[in-house]
């Protein structure tokens, strides 16, 4: 090949390289702007429901009313001061720094700001949180990728059903395994490959709730996964619904920064026959 050939690949492939990193950027701005439409939407809703009662203990001098009304706004600021609470948690972990987490609390802020649209679409909310060590995580990340499962398990479930948040300890591959099932459509076989890929969607744009339809959320997971040494599976049967377990790795005392890459962990679990796996 000629020198300037040479030359123009090299170019070509530092082009590449700039776009990819412009493309994370974006994504990572992508998930922050959701994350400050989620917070908003959730903090206006507090904020009316805090002016509604007030009004109505304004309006009505019965002592009966007015009691309701303070419980309401009682209730009301407690969950604003909860909202904010998970938001500057998010903030602090902005940083973009490995540190051993616990992935509980870590999940609980992400439901905060979750719960009413899990409510208003009628998913029940089901915790399993069995004992586990800290998992060395960019926390910030971790809520980024709970926040993209949990609203594709959401969007899965048009008409309801249970989103279940499993926490495990995996002690022979040394990780924190972190499970987000859906009783939701499931997916087909032919496009789970498909999945992981940047801009890959069957939703036709945002829903309602202006979320989905850029294809970018399960890229963005795979590529978080990718940058802690772990590894995401996911299980789907169509009509039952999917689950998607994220393992990441446990924070040991020394730092985990120059511990080798992990082995692969078998992660074979026997599935029924309809039911499709791939891991990443
Ligand atoms: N829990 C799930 N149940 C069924 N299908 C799913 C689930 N999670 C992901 N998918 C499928 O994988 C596709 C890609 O998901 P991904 O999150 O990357 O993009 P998206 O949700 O379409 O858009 P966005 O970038 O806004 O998240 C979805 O369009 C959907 O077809
Ligand atoms: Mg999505």
Redesign the pocket.
Known sequence: MPAGGNRDSMDLKQQVAALQMQLREAEKLTALGELVGTTTHEFNNVLMTIINYAKLGLRHKDEATRDKALEKIFAASQRAAKITGSVLGMARNRSGSFQPTDLESLTEDVLILLEREMNKYRVSIDRQFGEVPKAWVDGNQIQQILL?LMT??R??MPDGGTLTIRLAHDAENGTVDLTIR?T????PPD?LPH?FDRF????RGPDASG?????????ACREIVESHRGRLRVDSTVGKG?AITVKLPVAHRETNAEASPQSTPTLGMPQPASTVSKTV
């Open positions: 993209n594709n398990a969007q899965a859906d939701g459509s499931g997916i496009q999945i890959y969607s069957t939703k979320k989905g339809g850029t294809g970018l959320g399960l890229s999917t």
